[in-house]
């Protein structure tokens, strides 16, 4: 009795494994796009008998990760496995017993033995063609040939050898349309007589058990690597007195190996793929090294840096909360405590090439006020800074943006959305309306040796002209050195009405310029140092 059990189990087993599999397509419904991966949402409906079988589902994204697949069921399916793989054998893929593939299969067998019947007469025509070149020899025996039988031989040379060659053209043509036609024919099997849309490599193979037979719909869900988003901005102003108008932006690339055709996109500054183990601070022991030379601690004066409280010309618009557009009004914008997400209704088409794919998000106004930035010691150029209060409120990431300034293109900049203070300057590029020199007065600089010291004295003009129709604000920057050695002493002599930091010896002037009008400003330091040395960064 055990034996038979045994037997009848092993049967059942077989007979279940040895089932043909159930092949559908998946369509892609939804992405979520996060900054270095993809969830991807997709269905696909399929015809069950009752019992177990085995579902491969093509179409599904190249690189997905296995952990993070969740397959949605009736509850008359019970889903006993899944399994994804690249290299499922693709000869099962073909349902043989569909009447339109065994039309296929004897099409393509017919065709093979019609390409083998022409190619057997075109080689023997060819052999015929050989026989007959290697026997041109003119020789009739020890007689010679007459004229007349020369003629009839050359004539029945140049006739049969042209009626060769001509069939054997002629074999060649019909070879050629037989090998077009199989081609055809082949394709029919690959495509299984059905116009489906170009598929992935990748496959999920799923086994499931089905109460009642009928047709189910199945949802699959799955995390991939194959995608990623970064956001971008357009800046436009019209003037110094407007709002700047911003087009938020997010570039998308995939490659996941299918195409998203009419997708719900949604951006999300979220990173699932990050380690959430929550750190542990460890023991800190200090340990000797070796010295670090340095330079001090000193002002950056890059422009990102800038936390000045300065000023400038208030746009005459008053304060503008966020504009609608036509734009705006199909994303929703959901923040929480970990991250920032775009909800977009616009179905877009995000095709698998790797290429960045923009999609518009929001267009925003941002109340603005302006100011002018310059360095002439490291820049003969005014920079102008657009100054963003409670910009938190917008939901800015990090990203580049293109500027457009007066109607036009200046360049790029970046949004530094993480800076940690309340203000946030857009640099909106250089302005060549205003004149900027830095000037040595030779007559107010020079050397003197006093005993075993060397003081040098530096004096500088700073002039700026303002060659605009309107009034500007302007910070403008200069430094005087500052000493790390006792034997080196700096003595500030003019800083015309500067604020000083006396730790970085970074100079700031905060100053009103006039339409045509030009300001000089003068600086000037003395330095007093051992003669028989030499400061190399003077």
Do not use: C
Request: hydrophobic share 35%; proline share 3%; aromatic share 8%.
């Amino acid at each position: 009795m055990k034996k038979t059990l045994l037997g009848f189990t092993l049967l059942i087993s077989v007979s279940l494994f040895a089932q043909k599999p159930i092949f559908t397509t998946a369509k892609v419904n939804a992405a979520t796009v996060y900054v270095n991966s993809a969830e991807l949402s997709q269905s696909t409906s399929v015809t069950l008998p009752k019992g177990t079988s085995e579902i491969v589902i093509k179409n599904v994204a190249d690189y997905l990760n296995e952990s993070t697949v969740q397959i949605n069921a009736p509850k008359n399916i019970t889903v006993l496995s899944f399994q994804f793989t690249k290299n499922y054998i693709s000869e099962y893929e073909i349902d043989e017993s569909n009447p339109a593939i065994k039309k296929v299969r004897d099409s393509i067998d017919w065709v093979t033995k019609e390409m083998s019947k022409v190619v057997n007469q075109r080689t023997s025509y060819s052999k015929t063609i050989e026989l007959l070149d290697k026997n041109q020899q003119i020789s009739g025996g020890n007689a010679a040939l007459s004229v007349t039988e020369l003629m009839k031989l050359v004539d029945y040379y140049n006739a049969k050898r042209t009626e060769l060659s001509n069939l054997v053209n002629t074999f060649y043509e019909k070879e050629s349309k037989l090998k077009e036609q199989l081609a055809k024919l082949n394709s029919k099997l690959e495509i299984n007589t059905q116009k489906e849309e170009k598929t992935s490599r990748g496959k999920l193979i799923i086994q499931v058990m089905n109460e009642l037979a009928g047709t189910v719909d199945l949802d699959i869900n799955y995390l991939t690597q194959g995608a990623s988003w970064q956001p971008f901005y357009d800046l436009r102003a019209e003037n110094i007195s407007s709002p700047i108008d911003m087009l938020y932006k997010g570039q998308v690339t995939q490659n996941t190996g299918i195409d998203w055709k009419k997708v719900k996109l949604t951006l999300s500054s979220g990173n699932p793929n990050q380690s959430n183990v929550a750190p542990i601070l460890q023991a800190w022991f200090l340990r000797f090294g070796y010295p670090v030379v340095g330079y001090g601690k000193r002002e950056n004066l890059a422009l990102n840096s800038i936390q000045s409280k300065v000023s400038g010309i208030r746009s005459d618009a008053p304060v503008m909360e966020l504009q609608e557009s036509s734009i705006s009004n199909y994303t929703t914008i959901s923040e929480n405590q970990l991250n920032v997400t775009f909800d977009i209704d616009i179905p877009y088409d995000i095709l698998s090439n790797g290429k960045a794919h923009s999609v518009a998000l929001k267009e925003i106004k941002l109340p603005a006020s302006y100011k002018y930035y310059a360095v002439p010691k490291v820049e003969k150029e005014a920079f102008l800074l657009a100054e963003i209060n409670d910009y938190s409120k917008f939901n800015l990431l990090p990203g580049e943006a293109n500027i457009i300034f007066e109607g036009t293109y200046v360049g790029k900049t970046f949004i530094n959305a993480n800076a940690t203070s309340d203000t946030l300057n857009l640099s909106m590029g250089r302005d060549k309306k205003i004149s900027i020199k830095r000037e040595k007065v030779v007559d107010k600089s020079g050397t003197k040796f006093l005993s075993s010291y060397k003081e040098q004295i530096f004096t500088y003009d700073l002039i700026v002209r303002n060659n605009k129709k309107e009034s500007i604000a302007m910070l403008l920057k200069d430094q005087y050195p500052i000493s790390t050695d006792k034997e080196i002493t700096i003595e500030l002599l003019e800083k015309d009405k500067a604020s000083a930091n006396e730790e970085t010896g970074v100079l700031t002037w905060k100053i009103d310029l006039k339409p045509n009008e030009t300001r000089k400003f003068r600086i000037s330091y003395k330095v007093r140092y051992p003669k028989d040395k030499i400061i190399d960064n003077l």
